[in-house]
T-cell receptor, first 114, second 114 residues
């Protein structure tokens, strides 16, 4: 069975500071990993995905994530936070190979301090 | 513009009534999904359908029903048997991209039952 743990339900960073959102996964097969962003009362938008092609994945809005198999992690980072980054972020895992169901973490709400 | 439409945005019902949430997509995606989102719990899969006239239960299907008579449409009925129906409901569809299904989300319907 697959699962995702997001450490920290709330993270606050100052504008211009590094953003680091943590995600650890559990999967019985090599996983596919995703980060989604959700703005208030909206659907989810895909930020980036890992599909085994490269361990460092670049996404939209300056975000990137690194897949570390030894640490079973897929942390999301952005070098310099912007006020528009304030949102909720979800990490998700899929086992693929016909089992396309996504299992989501509980989310991390990111607040940007001016 | 291609996308996923969920209507209405906000829905209010009295306890004991069934209610149907609409989800329509014009992306020509084969697979469609329904998720429930509660604060602090992330997204949980209710039902999914990989092809017309076929659907499978997700992790929390009790008290819900679906149909998939057309490729474009995947309505969700919240029945009176669902004990805690108040939640934010998200519909998604997916298509294989680079070997993995990438899910696209609608804007969501917030259901309040009193």
């Amino acid at each position: 069975a697959q699962s995702v743990t997001q450490l920290g339900s709330h993270v606050s960073v100052s504008e211009g500071a590094l953003v680091l959102l943590r995600c650890n996964y559990s999967s019985s097969v090599p996983p596919y990993l995703f980060w989604y962003v959700q703005y208030p009362n909206q659907g989810l938008q895909l930020l980036l995905k890992y599909t085994s092609a490269a361990t460092l994945v670049k996404g939209i809005n300056g975000f990137e994530a690194e897949f570390k198999k030894s640490e079973t992690s897929f942390h999301l980072t952005k070098p310099s936070a912007h006020m528009s980054d304030a949102a909720e972020y979800f990490c998700a895992v899929s086992e693929g190979f016909g089992n396309e169901k996504l299992t989501f973490g509980t989310g991390t709400r990111l607040t940007i301090i001016p | 513009d291609g996308g996923i439409t969920q209507s209405p945005k906000y829905l209010f019902r009295k306890e004991g009534q069934n209610v149907t949430l609409s989800c329509e997509q014009n992306l020509n995606h084969d697979a469609m999904y329904w998720y429930r989102q509660d604060p602090g719990q992330g997204l949980r899969l209710i039902y999914y359908s990989q092809i017309v006239n076929d659907f499978q239960k997700g992790d929390i299907a009790e008290g819900y029903s679906v149909s998939r008579e057309k490729k474009e449409s995947f309505p969700l009925t919240v029945t009176s048997a669902q004990k805690n129906p108040t939640a934010f409901y998200l519909c998604a569809s997916s298509i294989p991209t680079g070997g993995i299904d990438e899910q696209y989300f609608g804007p969501g319907t917030r259901l309040t039952v009193t």
